[in-house]
């Protein structure tokens, strides 16, 4: 497809359980990022990967989530025993390479997410 | 730490009207700024991208403006239309990371 693909589009697991979720960005774009969005906010950054390597992590809650992309396409951000506020929907997005630590000019595109719900 | 505002939080207009959402940011430092639209169960669809050296960009009903010194940033609708509704989001680049704003959720009533 065109597009950055996400799955599953929905998942629901029960509190303590490690859930893992994946992402498909452009075909061509190098720099895949992760976000994180409660309802009614705008996306938080997580984290961000260029080729193979993460770049910038600093913005992981905590050592429960953990995000690879071992061969520089397919992503999957792992959350090892999910609490009930870890619910929210995440966000993929790829873009054209972006330098880390320089500004980007590269604009971000981003899938449908995965709402992801912790009974 | 910045912080990203947008006003109003939501806004109901009828067909037709033109409309402003704004977008005010704290760090005049910033240097690249996207606006994106939100359709309910589905992405974000990037809308426009002002690079720090310009100051505005258009895309048909579209134009968005960056002033850095006052810290703002504002999104024109024209002649807006029952498709327009959405919430629309406003984001700066901190390094590579995009920081957004709350949204603005636009209601046209047809």
């Known amino acids: 497809g065109a597009g950055v693909s996400q799955s599953p589009r929905y998942k629901v697991t029960k509190r303590g359980q490690d859930v893992a979720l994946r992402c498909d960005p452009i075909s061509g774009h190098v720099s895949l990022y992760w976000y994180r969005q409660a309802l009614g906010q705008g996306p938080e950054f997580l984290t961000y990967f260029n080729y193979e390597a993460q770049q910038d992590k600093s913005g992981l809650p905590n050592d429960r989530f953990s995000a690879e992309r071992p061969e520089g396409s397919i992503s999957t951000l792992t959350i090892q025993r999910t609490e009930q506020r870890d619910s929210a929907m995440y966000r993929c997005?790829?873009?054209?390479?972006?330098?880390?630590?320089?500004?980007?000019?590269?604009?971000?595109?981003f899938g449908d997410g995965t709402r992801l719900s912790i009974l | 730490k910045q912080e990203v505002t947008q006003i109003p939080a939501a806004l109901s207009v009828p067909e037709g009207e033109n409309l402003v959402l704004n977008c005010s940011f704290t760090d005049s430092a910033i240097y690249n700024l996207q606006w994106f639209r939100q359709d309910p169960g589905k992405g974000l669809t990037s809308l426009l991208l002002?690079?720090?050296?310009?100051r505005e960009q258009t895309s048909g009903r579209l134009n968005a403006s960056l002033d850095k010194s006052s810290g703002r940033s504002t999104l024109y609708i024209a002649a807006s239309q029952p498709g327009d509704s959405a919430t629309y989001l406003c984001?700066?680049?901190?390094?590579?990371?995009?920081?957004f704003g709350e949204g603005t959720q636009l209601t046209v009533n047809p």
């Open positions: 997005a790829s873009s054209l390479y972006s330098a880390s630590g320089l500004y980007s000019n590269q604009p971000q595109h």
């Open positions: 984001a700066f680049y901190s390094g590579s990371r995009l920081t």
């Open positions: 002002i690079q720090s050296s310009q």
